[in-house]
């Protein structure tokens, strides 16, 4: 018990350091990967004509991406943009406005009915074509800058990303993704409901820094070819350090009380802790018990991706109709018919 003990708060006090120092890396990163390219262009130009050619690219200007722009424009985007309009809007147009028509109208009671009728216009006006329209862009843009910063910070690592077999197969890892981490917040979510509070909430936390470790290690997961399941198996087996790594950002984003507010912090803090995920050492020794916290979503995913996929089969002659299998197995195991072929 005793030893059990100790494995555990030490496997989170190191994850959490993993999180944490793991920024740090991030003034030095765009050095290091430019100092690697040059070593690739240096092993390439072994002829005459490659040094040539190699030299005539050195004087072209380097307009690939760079983690720290990256990193700038994620923050400018989400911090600068969209948290600043909610920020303006709320805490200063609005108070402002309600200020302006009370010495106008004068009437108190007068004022109090006029002002909620025109508060709920004003804000409803302002989520639909402002609040809505940029939250959907900020998910595609953030998506594109966040896998832009992870391919980025893999290319220091000196590994080359191991392709899936086939298009089909990131298409079934992707939707089976989505769905399982969709399930998994809102098996959160329920736990937090608890009738004693401080249990609920402990236990929810515990689900909130595991998806957020899932949410990091992904990407370089990813790259590595390790597939949905096994990277499920991984956080399980080992989820004192996930539980660790995860906790920094689950307790910064819980402590904004507006969804919007929490997503917008969520996605200046993500790309720090994606370059932390990239850098850490994670354990090789297994924790002494598995959590498997995921084994109910797992299995309602892979009922639901089941039918899904069985109904397309149904409807398309050509297509396979392989059955899913143990709850930890992962979808992209089996072919996914693709339908625009």
Known sequence: MTDSVRAFLQNVTTGIKDSILGIGT???????????????????????LAQRRAQSEERKPDNEPKVASRIFQCCAWNGGVFWLSLFLFYRVFIPLLQTLTARIIGDPSLHGSVWSWLEFILTSVFSALWVLPLFVLSKIVNAIWFQDIAD?????????????????KIIADML???????LFLIQGMIVSLFPIDAIG?????????????LYCFEYRWFNHGIEMHQRLSNIERNWPYYF???????????????????????????????IS???AKTPTKL???????FSLVVLMSNKLFHKTVHLQSSLTPSASSEKLSSPHTSPNRHRLPLHSQ
């Open 26 to 48: 991030i003034s030095k990163l765009d050095a290091r990967i430019q100092q690697k390219r040059e070593e690739q262009r240096r092993r390439r130009a072994s002829g005459a």
């Open 152 to 168: 980025l910070a893999f290319e220091v690592s000196g590994c080359k990303a191991q392709p899936f077999p086939s298009v089909s």
């Open 176 to 182: 089976f993704n989505l769905l399982l981490q969709a």
């Open 201 to 213: 909430q402990m236990v929810s936390l515990l689900h909130m820094s595991l998806l957020y470790s």
């Open 244 to 274: 660790g790594f995860g906790l920094p950002m689950a307790l910064l984003t819980a402590m904004p009380s507006s969804y919007i507010i929490s997503g917008c912090l969520f996605s200046i803090l993500f790309p720090l802790f994606i």
């Open 277 to 279: 995920a990239n850098e």
């Open 287 to 293: 924790y002494h018990f598995q959590l498997r916290l």
